[in-house]
T-cell receptor, first 114, second 112 residues
């Protein structure tokens, strides 16, 4: 079956512009996660969705970052007024539910802020 | 801060050799997971070991878990060039299952 998909795969934007990153999880997976991986860094948790609600937003680095999920499916991560330090690979993952299950990752969106 | 720390940071071996990577973590866990990442993009889940398990196998992979030492190891036997990747251990944040905390990873290079 289809895995987690993300779009765009690459995004180059100018500092100060807004960007939207999209994640399409595996059908039937109720839990959805966003992570960020900066150059040379490990993976950093951003936000977790259970259905359409986000009980854990603790990893969002600033109020310029927001995310939503609609219909218990597609999620959009929005970064407003992008800064150069936002340059990273943004990874989305989904799992069957928030239990102790493996997470299935998408291919990521590489964001470059110039 | 990161929950897990992998050791070594980088490992270079020849095809056919075994590769061992270690992971240490800080808090109590329910389970520990290993992931592989090729070319800095999506991660692939390799294996999940629960806190009441000591060893688990999957093909050429063997994972051990020592909760008393808060450490885990991943052994890849008879390595292949295709095993070249970064390997990460990850643990759920304490008290919940929903947030994985990743280590910094081990970069494995397998030379033909």
């Amino acid at each position: 079956g289809a895995g987690v998909s993300q779009s765009p795969s690459n995004k180059v934007t100018e500092k100060g512009k807004d960007v939207e990153l999209r994640c399409d999880p595996i059908s039937g997976h109720t839990a959805l996660y966003w992570y960020r991986q900066s150059l040379g860094q490990g993976l950093e948790f951003l936000i977790y969705f259970q259905g359409n609600s986000a009980p854990d937003k603790s990893g969002l680095p600033s109020d310029r970052f927001s995310a939503e999920r609609t219909g218990g499916s597609v999620s959009t991560l929005t970064i407003q007024r992008t800064q150069q330090e936002d340059s990273a690979v943004y990874l989305c993952a989904s799992s069957l539910d928030p239990g102790p299950y493996e997470q299935y990752f998408g291919p990521g969106t590489r964001l470059t802020v110039t | 801060s990161q929950q897990g720390e992998e050791d070594p940071q980088a490992l270079s071996i020849q095809e056919g050799e075994n590769a061992t990577m270690n992971c240490s973590y800080k808090t109590s866990i329910n389970n520990l997971q290993w992931y592989r990442q090729n070319s800095g993009r999506g991660l692939v889940h390799l294996i999940l070991i629960r806190s009441n398990e000591r060893e688990k196998h999957s093909g050429r992979l063997r994972v051990t878990l020592d909760t008393s030492k808060k450490s885990s190891s991943l052994l890849i036997t008879a390595s292949r060039a295709a095993d070249t990747a970064s390997y990460f251990c990850a643990t759920p944040s304490w008290g919940g299952y929903n947030k994985l905390i990743f280590g910094a990873g081990t970069r494995l290079a397998v030379h033909p």
